[in-house]
């Protein structure tokens, strides 16, 4: 089964687990080493007792962290992180604004972002989400329910440096391509919709240098362009966690009969940081 056949097709790719073979071409791992990996999404995933992964794309998992927290770590810690130091080069005293800080992906952002020395602004719309992002460091919160330009303003910023783009997809890329600074930089974490497309002032881009970068961990597996960097990238991860410069953000953990459950949590738009999901073998 694959992402373009779906047919039986097992799901859930981010996972954390003890090695029980090795194939003959992989190198660096043995039976028995604990790991964590991001997956492929053109092979069957997670949901599983075993998963088949490419040790390329391996690392041994944090030393310091359950595996159901090592588990939550990996696509949403590869994302913000190669977005941040390769696509933005984000140095300490730039100005970056984070959509969605509450949630799987931002909840990471945010940190990382706070850790390379950024003056972070984030967005959540309830107390207890807002009180959530503040705990993971960030700055500024504002509400991404409401226009984002007077909430900037009013907190003494013309505009952003960079913008990382994770929430509700293609409701607002026109109003957020306006709050970058000459220069500035945009990632998003889905592919832009024609109708988003067309809300864009692309000459606005193009007069202020404003740069569009896309973010899909999963690329390098698919297309088998230096996978090698994502397993790099996990140990870089790994050193951070177990030195306690960042922190797993895993807000419930569920059983493999509580499924339904999870998805429907995950469905409602209302969850913070990551869900878990245990499966024995």
């Not at 972070?120 to 460091?137: D, H, M, N, Q, Y």
Request: glycine share 10%.
């Amino acid at each position: 089964p694959s992402a373009a056949d779906p047919t039986n097709l097992i799901v859930g790719w981010d996972g954390a687990g003890i090695i029980e073979e090795v194939g003959p071409e992989a190198t660096g791992f043995k039976v028995g080493d604990e790991v964590y990996y991001a997956g492929d999404i053109t092979r069957n995933g997670s949901y599983a007792q075993y998963t088949a992964v490419d040790s390329r794309a391996v690392a041994f998992k944090p030393k310091t962290i359950s595996f159901e927290d090592a588990a939550s770590l990996p696509l949403v810690a590869e994302t913000a992180y190669e977005t941040f130091d390769v696509d933005f080069n984000l140095q300490k005293g730039d100005t970056i604004l984070i959509l969605n800080g509450g949630g799987g992906l931002g909840s990471f952002a945010v940190q990382i972002a706070v850790h390379m020395g950024a003056t972070v602004i984030t967005s959540a719309s309830r107390p207890e989400t807002i009180e959530f992002v503040k705990e993971l460091g960030a700055h500024h919160v504002i509400n991404h329910r409401n226009p984002l330009q007077p909430q900037l303003k009013d907190l003494g910023f013309e505009g952003v440096d960079y913008l990382f783009h994770g929430h509700d997809q293609n409701r607002n890329m026109a109003e957020c391509v306006k709050l970058l600074n000459p220069l500035g930089k945009i990632a998003i974490t889905f592919g832009l919709s024609p109708e988003a497309i067309s809300k864009v002032d692309l000459t606005d881009m193009w007069f202020k240098r404003v740069t569009l970068c896309h973010t899909l961990m999963f690329a390098r597996l698919m297309y088998d362009k230096n996978p090698e960097k994502d397993g790099e990238l996990l140990t870089k991860m790994a050193a951070l966690y177990d030195s306690g410069k960042l922190k797993p953000v895993v807000t419930k953990k569920y059983k493999w009969g509580e499924i339904v459950e999870v998805h429907k949590q995950i469905e409602s738009g209302k969850t913070m940081g990551k869900l878990v999901m245990t499966i024995d073998h």
